[in-house]
T-cell receptor, first 112, second 114 residues
Framework: GDSVTQMEGPVTLSEEAFLTINCTYTATGYPSLFWYVQYPGEGLQLLLKATKADDKGSNKGFEATYRKETTSFHLEKGSVQVSDSAVYFC???????????FGQGTTLQVKP | DAGVIQSPRHEVTEMGQEVTLRCKPISGHNSLFWYRQTMMRGLELLIY????????DSGMPEDRFSAKMPNASFSTLKIQPSEPRDSAVYFC????????????FGPGTRLTVT
């Protein structure tokens, strides 16, 4: 069945460090791919998306590229801030159902 | 747009009581999802609706849980009777149906069953 694997956290970085959170998936067809972010005490928010191979989604300095050949959608940011501390979820779509398959989430802690 | 609205934001109840969680999706969206989030199990999809019709309820943990969507602008998730292990944050999300559609989440209802 469809599944997603994210790197385990927590990931602890100093402010202005480079961030990578790995995400790989298995899915039928060519799903849309999403990254969501959850700040403490809040619901999930869409961070970025990509809908086809080689697309790059970007938002708030975060980027992720749809890599069909490696079935990956790694999240990157060149310089993290304390305010980026949150839980990040990778979520491929599941076939044509409209469902999303959520990973277990990766906690990012950024220290000043 | 006000986004997805959930109520109540917090609910504390005693074991055995009935609990009803409410959700108003974004106007114009025709898919609605109920999730449960716990530290142990992460984010779990409980049930989802397309055009007010339940499509997949395989994630509903047991018969104590039921969900309805009487119209396009309202859905409920009911737990009867509630148990301490039901304590979690329950999220509602909505989307425009389609494989490429992102889901928009509400703020969640934090349920505590004592």
């Amino acid at each position: 069945g469809d599944s997603v694997t994210q790197m385990e956290g927590p990931v602890t970085l100093s402010e202005e460090a480079f961030l990578t959170i790995n995400c790989t998936y298995t899915a039928t067809g060519y799903p849309s791919l999403f990254w969501y972010v959850q700040y403490p005490g809040e619901g999930l928010q869409l961070l970025l998306k990509a809908t086809k191979a080689d697309d790059k989604g970007s938002n708030k300095g975060f980027e992720a590229t749809y890599r069909k050949e490696t079935t990956s959608f790694h999240l990157e940011k060149g310089s993290v801030q304390v305010s980026d501390s949150a839980v990040y979820f990778c979520a491929p779509g599941s076939g044509n159902t409209g469902k999303l398959i959520f990973g277990q989430g990766t906690t990012l802690q950024v220290k000043p | 747009d006000a986004g997805v609205i959930q109520s109540p934001r917090h609910e504390v109840t005693e074991m055995g009581q009935e609990v009803t969680l409410r959700c108003k999706p974004i106007s114009g969206h025709n898919s609605l999802f109920w999730y449960r989030q716990t530290m142990m199990r992460g984010l779990e999809l409980l049930i989802y609706f397309n055009n007010n019709v339940p499509i997949d309820d395989s994630g509903m943990p047991e018969d104590r849980f039921s969900a309805k969507m009487p119209n396009a602008s309202f859905s409920t998730l009911k737990i009867q009777p509630s148990e301490p292990r039901d304590s979690a944050v329950y999220f509602c999300a909505s989307s425009l149906r389609g494989a490429g559609s992102e889901q928009y989440f509400g703020p969640g209802t934090r349920l505590t069953v004592t």
